[in-house]
Structure formats: structure tokens, C-alpha cells
């Protein structure tokens, strides 16, 4: 089994990138892209998931930038739908909750249902770490903006689904891989 570098945490898009690209390796979190691509430059890791296109709003730096001076070869690529969901502990109530937690991007992508649901956006590192924060916390008050797989990974529970103000985004990934 090879090792498949990524920017996140567990449950982050790239993670459910790597999952769904690369079922047969083990995918590896690094917190930067820089870190990711190191990895596979160091032979630490066979090739890293780096996301580079939203086909909403365009090119997503600097990870797009990080891909074309890597000086490693693109080996694959593939679009893959992004879906944001409202989550929280177990026992929260949709009417509970006092704050949505995510990273800065996925809040400016869910605008209308924070203002709709009345929610306090917190901004966070990523996705998936708002989830883990929000599980680690057990505030029915609190929310993350994240991926069904971050929702799950860190056993929170959707309130509500594809909260997302423009339904059906897509991001492309692409694979690079040492030549």
C-alpha cells in the first residue's frame, strides 16, 4: 500500500478526494500543500491529492500556483461534487444552535443559511477541524459548516443538508506524483 499526501484533516474534501481517487492507498495529512508535496518529494508519501479548481470561482491558490512549480508530473485528475452540511453533537437541536464554525470559504459559500437559520459564523482552520472542535467542545450551541465524511469521522450529526448557497459546486483535484 502506497501513502497518498493531502492538506487537511481527516474528513476534509481532499481526504474524501483521496478516499474516492485512491481507495487502494493510505491517505496521509499534512497541514499545508506544501507539506503534502514535500512529502512526496521526500519519497515519504507516492503522490499527493492537491486541489485546484473550483468551477464556481476559479482557480484555488496557492495550491494551483504550488502545482505548476512543483516540478512533479500530474498524474491523474478528477472533479468531485463539494456539499457543506450543518453539524452538531448528537443531542443539538437545529433551533439551538448559536454559531456555525468552518473554514473562511465555506462560510462565504453559505451565507443565506447562516443568515436564515440566525447563526454566528466562526471562522476556523478548515472544514474537517471545525468538525473535530465542535465534537471535541459538545456545545449543542455550536456547528460546523463541513463534509458529511468530517460529520461522521468526528460522530456529529447533520441538522442540516447542503447548506451550501450555490448546490452542486465541484472542485477539481488533480494527482502529482516524483517523476
Request: net charge negative; proline share 6%; charged share 25%.
Amino acid at each position: 500500500m502506497s501513502r497518498v499526501a493531502y492538506q487537511g484533516e481527516p474528513g476534509s474534501f481532499s481526504h474524501e478526494a483521496c478516499l474516492a481517487m485512491r481507495p487502494w492507498d493510505e491517505p496521509v495529512a499534512f497541514p499545508t500543500f506544501e507539506a503534502a508535496v514535500a512529502a512526496v518529494k521526500s519519497g515519504d508519501c507516492g503522490c499527493a491529492m492537491i486541489p485546484v479548481e473550483s468551477d464556481r470561482t476559479g482557480a484555488i491558490e496557492p495550491a494551483a500556483r504550488l502545482v505548476e512549480t512543483s516540478g512533479l508530473r500530474q498524474m491523474a485528475e478528477a472533479w468531485r461534487p463539494f456539499r457543506l452540511h450543518l453539524a452538531g453533537v448528537a443531542d443539538a437541536l437545529l433551533e439551538g444552535v448559536r454559531t456555525a464554525e468552518s473554514h473562511p470559504v465555506a462560510l462565504a459559500q453559505c451565507t443565506r443559511a447562516i443568515r436564515s437559520l440566525n447563526l454566528k459564523p466562526v471562522e476556523a482552520e478548515d472544514t474537517a477541524g471545525a468538525a473535530r472542535a465542535v465534537a471535541e467542545a459538545e456545545d449543542r450551541t455550536r456547528a460546523a459548516i463541513c463534509s458529511s465524511t468530517a460529520a461522521e469521522l468526528y460522530g456529529l450529526r447533520i441538522l442540516k443538508s447542503d447548506v451550501e448557497d450555490n448546490p452542486g459546486v465541484r472542485l477539481r483535484f488533480v494527482v502529482l506524483c516524483d517523476n
